[in-house]
């Protein structure tokens, strides 16, 4: 019996996204879920920096197609046998997992754990705008900054959100603003301005300018949180100035450079990383905290209080609106989320 294909949108080559073969159309081979995954049919996908980041150039080359993408929204087609949470014919959305193929190709296998029931309320684009950054801005404000859910605890608390008309921080910002913090948020441009706005921060300051004298004009002396989710070693300075005693900084960011971190030694503030691959790559036994997690937020969304973070919307899925979509994000200045949909 000969195995079924798909369509899937990948590379072999690591090259610069003006080069046709950077991203390219393929035919695979279909894959059959075992254990707890799910056989997904992908119907819409959206664009992150990790997929940048990923298909960086770089002299390696890949026998077999390397596909990317972790962000999706589709249809369960079958079922592993050790799944529980699912059947086939339910919407989901869900990121994925970074030690696994990404879900630019028509069917995709995931593990039941990290997965979401769709918003009703969304299509299939706008859902898939948001389980990447979903998860990463829910993780870093209620599990590594710790700030509490409920609304009176935070009244009158104060969160900094660098980078926050990007594709974390719109959804960030939301998050923030839903459990009653003010949120200040920084853009630099009068687009990225007003989308952070719309997003629901109180305030703007530009993260190209020192913090502290921003923040004085505003009448704010210190921030009980920082969420930093853009080029943490430009904002390190910053990021220790405006911080309050005892205060919590989270960043999303890798950097080459050595971080100070004694700058933050007589205000005992602390810092902490929020990397959301780390429970599917470690399989830590509270992995389905990302299920219970995307479900939260699909109920949000459905109950209108969160919104969904589509700025741009391609297709279908394929290599040339691929390109299209990595060049976009290659800029470091798109709002909100770039999503693909239908094959
Ligand atoms: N650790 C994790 O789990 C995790 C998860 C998701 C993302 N990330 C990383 O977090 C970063 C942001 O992701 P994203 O999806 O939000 O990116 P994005 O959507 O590409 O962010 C674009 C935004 O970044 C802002 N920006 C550009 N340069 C900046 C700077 N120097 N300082 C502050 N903001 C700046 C721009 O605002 P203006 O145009 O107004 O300048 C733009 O709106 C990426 O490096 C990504 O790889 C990490």
Not at 90 to 104: C, H
Not at 188 to 216: M, T
Not at 243 to 263: H, M, R
Request: with cysteine; proline share 5%; net charge negative.
């Amino acid at each position: 019996m000969t195995q079924e294909t798909m369509k899937a949108v990948g590379l072999y080559q690591y090259l610069p996204i003006d080069n046709t073969n950077s991203l390219v159309d393929a035919e695979v081979k279909k894959p059959v879920p075992t254990g707890k995954d799910l056989l997904v049919k992908v119907k819409a996908v959206s664009v992150n920096p990790v997929d940048v980041k990923v298909r960086a150039p770089k002299e390696r080359t890949e026998n077999e197609l390397k596909v990317l993408g972790w962000d999706v929204a589709g249809i369960v087609e079958q079922i592993g046998p050790e799944v529980t949470l699912f059947q086939p014919g339910d919407e989901v959305f869900y990121a994925g997992s970074i030690v696994r193929p990404g879900g630019n190709s028509e069917f995709h296998l995931v593990d039941e754990r990290i997965v979401g029931s769709k918003p009703s309320s969304l299509d299939y684009a706008e859902a898939a705008a948001l389980p990447l950054t979903s998860i990463t801005a829910w993780e870093g404000l209620f599990d590594r900054l710790g700030i509490p859910m409920e609304k009176s605890t935070n009244t009158g608390k104060k969160i900094l959100i660098i980078g926050a008309a990007g594709g974390v921080g719109s959804i960030a910002v939301q998050l923030a603003n839903y459990v009653g913090l003010t949120v200040i948020g920084t853009a630099s441009r009068p687009e990225s301005i007003e989308w952070v706005k719309e997003q629901g921060a109180d305030v703007v300051i530009n993260h190209y300018e020192p913090f502290v004298s921003q923040l004085q004009a505003l009448g704010i002396d210190q921030v009980d949180y920082v969420f930093c989710l853009n080029s943490t070693e430009q904002h390190w300075q910053n990021m220790a100035e405006v911080i309050a005693p005892q205060g919590k900084i989270c960043s999303i960011v890798e950097t080459d450079e050595l971080l100070n971190l004694t700058l933050l030694k007589n205000k005992s503030a602390t810092f902490v990383w929020e990397f959301m691959f780390t429970r599917s790559t470690y399989q830590t036994p509270d992995m389905i905290e990302q299920h219970n997690l995307l479900n939260d937020i699909a109920r949000l969304v459905d109950q209108g209080v969160i919104r969904t973070t589509v700025a741009q919307r391609l297709e279908p899925i394929n290599a040339e609106n691929l390109r299209k979509a990595h060049y976009l994000l290659e800029t470091g200045r798109t709002v909100g989320k770039i999503v693909l949909e239908h094959f």
